[in-house]
């Protein structure tokens, strides 16, 4: 993709939906959910984004990988088929 082609569409998905600004807080919350559910490799990515979750006090994620959230408790998982 060339970059004037992902610059418009990465303004286009920011138009679409709120990002969420990366505190302080997220890196302390993403080491607990790391230790407390034992995460390691590419999951750790998934964790992440709950971390980040958390502490903006979102509950819920739209994604084709709902079974990658399962183990997190309070996470709402939102299937696109489902929207």
Do not use: C
Not at 3 to 26: C, H, I, N, S
Not at 35 to 52: I, M, N, P, W
């Amino acid at each position: 993709m060339h970059l004037a082609t992902a610059q418009k569409e990465l303004a286009e998905l920011r138009a679409l939906f709120r990002v969420l600004p990366y505190t302080a807080d997220v890196l302390p919350a993403w080491e607990r959910i790391v230790v407390a559910q034992g995460v390691s490799g590419k999951q750790a990515h998934d964790a992440h984004l709950v971390a980040l979750m958390q502490v903006h006090s979102v509950m819920s994620i739209l994604t084709f990988n709902g079974e990658d959230f399962s183990r997190y408790p309070g996470i709402t998982v939102l299937k696109p088929e489902e929207i």
